[in-house]
């Protein structure tokens, strides 16, 4: 009986031991699925995120197809943002060249040249970006020339152009002589230089730059009467 009651004994010492260690363990048992858990949240974030990536950059190429090229724009630079890449900033490019947003596409293709410079995959791209940027700077600009009286006639360069004051122009980049002339009136001649300003990316591609040159005649005591310039700055006229 002695030793059944003593190999009892040990028996409940044992299953209490048991539980006293596997209470002790418990903590750290249970803290393991807690941080497995965590871990598998953020890489379902990092998927998610990767996904909408994903959606809005194919959503990007079917307007782009479409020639929808402003919301094409947006598909992308949505996409550049949740996950940035050097294929969705040529895409951005691509469209404010299609837009005819000359100063934000050469800006683009700069991003992109800059993100895909390192990437062999690229190559070829990287190279029509450099070359697309040449040409686009050689494009011309708008130039507005208004005067008072209007009605004059207008200059560059010494060649004649069509219409009268106000007009709008198209210039390439570079010093150019302007001058307008009215009957009455002495000529007003100018040289200026054209350049091309650059905008920030998500600068508003309802904008453009251009130049403008404001002339202003003026009759002094003497008699005469000739043109004055009263303005020659850069400003932004908003397309129609």
């Not at 020639?67 to 094409?72: I, R």
């Not at 050469?106 to 190559?123: G, N, V």
């Not at 190279?127 to 686009?136: F, M, V």
């Not at 600068?203 to 020659?232: D, I, N």
Request: neutral net charge.
């Amino acid at each position: 009986m002695c030793d059944r009651n003593q190999m009892q004994g040990r028996f409940l010492t044992a299953v209490l031991s048991g539980l006293l260690a596997t209470s002790a363990m418990a903590p750290s048992a249970f803290a393991q699925p807690t941080e497995a858990a965590d871990e598998a949240g953020q890489k379902t974030t990092e998927k998610e995120k990767s996904d909408k990536a994903r959606a809005h950059y194919d959503a990007g190429k079917t307007k782009y197809a479409a020639t929808d090229y402003a919301g094409a724009l947006v598909e992308f630079q949505s996409a550049d943002d949740l996950i940035p890449s050097y294929q969705a900033k040529e895409k951005i490019a691509l469209c404010y060249d299609g837009m005819n947003d000359v100063p934000n596409a050469i800006r683009a293709y700069e991003l992109f040249i800059e993100a895909a410079t390192d990437k062999p995959k690229a190559e070829e791209s990287v190279s029509k970006a450099r070359q697309r940027i040449e040409e686009l700077k050689k494009m011309p600009v708008a130039v507005k020339v208004s005067s008072e009286p209007a009605s004059a006639t207008i200059e560059v360069d010494g060649n004649a152009q069509p219409g009268v004051t106000p007009a709008e122009l198209k210039l390439t980049p570079g010093l150019h002589r302007i001058k307008v002339t009215a009957p009455g009136y002495n000529p007003m001649e100018k040289e200026v230089e054209v350049t091309r300003l650059q905008s920030v990316r998500n600068f508003p591609p309802t904008l453009r730059w251009a130049l403008q040159v404001q002339a202003l005649w003026w009759e002094p005591s003497s008699g005469s009467r000739h043109w004055e310039t009263v303005q020659t700055s850069m400003t932004i006229l908003r397309q129609s």
